[in-house]
C-alpha cells in the first residue's frame, strides 16, 4: 500500500500540473485572442481540475492516510525509488540464500553463506573478515564487514548465518506459496532480515551516503545454538559493539509497527535433591523418610506458585529424572529404579527467563530460600545456577530510538511504531551487548513460523522495511 500510495502521489502531481498549466494557457489564449469559451471547454476545465482532484481524496481516502502523511526528503524519496527497483534483485539473493542449509551444526553451509554475503559486501566498499573460533568449540565463525567514517553515530548492525534448520531437516526450498508469502528454510529467521540489512545498505552506498559513515554489519554464525563458552564465542563480538553508539538488529519484525526495544534473558538451573533409599512400604515413616521424588515435586510447586505470577519472568523445569541412580549423559539422563524402592535421588534442569538482572537475581535468591527450607523428613535439596544469555532491558536510549523510527515511519506514511512487549521475545545477539549501547531490534523481514517447518516471508511488507532501514540508518549517521 506504500509504493502504491506514493505512486499515485507522484502521478497526481505532475498530472495536476500538466492539466492546471495546459487549461490556464488556454484561457489565456482565448482571452487574449477574442475566441469565445465554449461551455463544453468550461466543463472540461472544471471536471479536469476539481472532479480529478475530488476523485483522488477519495481514493486517498479509501487507502488510508498514507499518502497524505508522505514527507520524506527528496533523498530519500530517491532511496525508496531505487530499493523499490532493486527488489527482483534482493529476492534472488534470498532465495539463493535459502537454499543452502545453513544449521548451526552445519559448519560448511554456515561459511557458504557468510562468503556469499562478504563477496557482496566487498562489491559496496566495505572491508570484511572471517573471525575464527577454536576448534573445541564446533562452530563455524562469524562474518563481519565494516566501514569508517567521521560523522554521525556509529552504528552496529546486526545478522546470523544459522537457522534452526540442520542437516537431517526435512527440504523446505524457497518457493513462493502466492502473491504475498515465500517460504523456505530461514527465510524469516534470518536470512531476510540479513537481505534487509544488506540491501539497505546497498541503497545507501549507491548514492554515496555511506562516504563518512561509521558502521559495522556483524554476522554470528551461532546464534541458534551458540558455541560455549560464550565468554569465547562472543569476545570478539562484544569487543566490537563497545566501540559503538547504536545497535540495531535485524532478527524478525512483527509487521510495520513494531520494533524490539526489550528481550528477555535466559539462564540455566539444576536441582539436585537426595532421599533415604529403602522399601517403599515404610515411606512416610520416620526412618524412610518421603525420598526424593516427593521433596522435588513439593519445591517445583512450591517455585511455580511463588514465581509463576511475575510478569516478564518464567521457570520451566525442562528434564527430570528420579530413582536410585543417575547419570548425567549429553543432552540428557539415564535413570535406574524400581517401583518398591524409594528414589534417593532426583535431578531437573530447567531455565529461567527475566527481563532485567535484578530480577534474575531475585528469582535466583527465591529459588535458593525455598528449595533450601522446610524440607520434608529425610531429603534435602540444593539448586545452583549457570549464566546464559542475558536480558536486553528496556531503556531511555532505547524509548529514544524508537521515537526516531516511529517519526520514520510517519514520514514515509505507515504510521507510528511502538515498541513490542518484552515479554513475547526470547533472548538474542543483541542482548550480550545490550548493557554497553543504545538498541533495537526486530528491523529484519516480517512473517510468520520461525523455527518451524514452512516459515514464511511477507513480501508485500519486505520492500517497506528495507526502505525503513535505510532512512533509519541515513538518519542516525548525520546526527
Same mark, same amino acid.
Do not use: C, W
Given at each position: 500500500m506504500y509504493k502504491f500510495g506514493l505512486q499515485i502521489e507522484q502521478l497526481r502531481h505532475q498530472e495536476n500540473c500538466q492539466l492546471k498549466w495546459k487549461n490556464f494557457c488556454s484561457f489565456i489564449y482565448c482571452f487574449l485572442t477574442g475566441q469565445r469559451i465554449t461551455l463544453a471547454k468550461s466543463l472540461n476545465f472544471f471536471l479536469n481540475i476539481y472532479m480529478k482532484k475530488f476523485l483522488f481524496m477519495l481514493l486517498l481516502s479509501l487507502t488510508g492516510s498514507q499518502i497524505k502523511a508522505q514527507t520524506l526528503s527528496e533523498q530519500e524519496q530517491k532511496l525508496v525509488s531505487y530499493i523499490n527497483k532493486e527488489i527482483p534483485n534482493n529476492l534472488a539473493l534470498l532465495k539463493e540464500l535459502v537454499d543452502i542449509n545453513s544449521g548451526t551444526l552445519n559448519l560448511a553451509g554456515v561459511k557458504k553463506v557468510g562468503h556469499i554475503l562478504q563477496k557482496k559486501f566487498t562489491k559496496i566498499g566495505f572491508t570484511t573478515e572471517w573471525i575464527n573460533l577454536p576448534d573445541s568449540l564446533k562452530r563455524a565463525g562469524h562474518l563481519v564487514a565494516?566501514?569508517?567514517?567521521?560523522?554521525?553515530?556509529?552504528? =552496529?548492525?546486526?545478522?546470523?548465518?544459522?537457522?534452526?534448520?540442520?542437516? *537431517?531437516?526435512? #527440504? /523446505?526450498?524457497? %518457493?513462493?506459496? /502466492? *502473491?504475498?508469502?515465500?517460504?523456505?528454510? +530461514?527465510?524469516? !529467521?534470518?536470512?531476510?532480515?540479513?537481505?534487509?540489512?544488506? #540491501? &539497505?545498505?546497498?541503497?545507501?552506498?549507491?548514492?554515496?551516503?555511506?562516504? !563518512?559513515?561509521?558502521?559495522?554489519?556483524?554476522?554470528?554464525?551461532?546464534?541458534?545454538?551458540?558455541?560455549?563458552?560464550?565468554?569465547?564465542? $562472543? @569476545?570478539d563480538f562484544i569487543t566490537r559493539a563497545t566501540a559503538h553508539d547504536i545497535a540495531l538488529g535485524f532478527e524478525g519484525a512483527k509487521g510495520l509497527n513494531t520494533v524490539v526495544t526489550g528481550r528477555r534473558g535466559v539462564s540455566s538451573w539444576k536441582l539436585n535433591v537426595l532421599?533415604?533409599?529403602?522399601?517403599?512400604?515404610?515411606?512416610?515413616?520416620?526412618? #524412610? +523418610?518421603?525420598?526424593?521424588?516427593?521433596?522435588?515435586?513439593?519445591?517445583?510447586? %512450591?517455585? $511455580?506458585?511463588?514465581?509463576? #505470577?511475575?510478569?516478564?519472568?518464567?521457570?520451566?523445569? +525442562?528434564?527430570?529424572?528420579?530413582?536410585?541412580?543417575?547419570?548425567?549423559?549429553?543432552?540428557?539422563?539415564?535413570?535406574?529404579?524400581? *517401583? /518398591?524402592?524409594?528414589?534417593?535421588?532426583?535431578?531437573?534442569?530447567?531455565?529461567?527467563?527475566? =527481563?532485567?538482572?535484578?530480577?534474575? /537475581?531475585? &528469582?535466583? @535468591?527465591t529459588m535458593k530460600r525455598i528449595t533450601g527450607t522446610n524440607n520434608l523428613p529425610g531429603t534435602s535439596a540444593e539448586i545452583s545456577f549457570s549464566d546464559g544469555i542475558p536480558s536486553m532491558e528496556p531503556t531511555a536510549g532505547n524509548n529514544k530510538l524508537v521515537e526516531i523510527i516511529s517519526k520514520i515511519g510517519r514520514d514515509m506514511g505507515i504510521g507510528e511504531i511502538k515498541g513490542d512487549d518484552p515479554g513475547s521475545r526470547g533472548a538474542g545477539d543483541i542482548s550480550y551487548i545490550a548493557k554497553y549501547l543504545d538498541c533495537m531490534d526486530g528491523l529484519g523481514a516480517s512473517g510468520k513460523g520461525a523455527h518451524a517447518p514452512g516459515e514464511t516471508m511477507n513480501l508485500n511488507e519486505f520492500p517497506v522495511l528495507i526502505s525503513r532501514a535505510a532512512i533509519l540508518i541515513y538518519r542516525l549517521t548525520r546526527e
Open positions: 565494516y566501514k569508517k567514517g567521521k560523522k554521525g553515530k556509529k552504528i =552496529l548492525l546486526i545478522g546470523h548465518l544459522d537457522t534452526v534448520f540442520e542437516l *537431517d531437516t526435512p #527440504a /523446505n526450498p524457497y %518457493s513462493q506459496v /502466492n *502473491d504475498s508469502t515465500v517460504t523456505g528454510q +530461514g527465510v524469516n !529467521d534470518m536470512k531476510g532480515g540479513d537481505v534487509i540489512l544488506l #540491501a &539497505a545498505l546497498n541503497a545507501l552506498e549507491h548514492f554515496g551516503l555511506l562516504k !563518512d559513515a561509521t558502521i559495522t554489519a556483524y554476522f554470528t554464525g551461532d546464534e541458534e545454538k551458540g558455541g560455549n563458552p560464550r565468554s569465547v564465542a $562472543r @569476545a532421599g533415604k533409599q529403602a522399601h517403599s512400604a515404610g515411606i512416610f515413616g520416620q526412618s #524412610a +523418610g518421603y525420598g526424593s521424588v516427593f521433596e522435588t515435586a513439593r519445591i517445583l510447586d %512450591s517455585l $511455580r506458585t511463588v514465581l509463576s #505470577a511475575e510478569k516478564y519472568l518464567s521457570f520451566n523445569p +525442562g528434564l527430570i529424572a528420579g530413582g536410585t541412580e543417575i547419570r548425567e549423559i549429553p543432552g540428557g539422563m539415564e535413570t535406574v529404579g524400581k *517401583d /518398591n524402592i524409594i528414589a534417593s535421588s532426583t535431578l531437573v534442569e530447567g531455565d529461567l527467563r527475566f =527481563l532485567t538482572e535484578a530480577q534474575k /537475581n531475585t &528469582a535466583r @535468591a
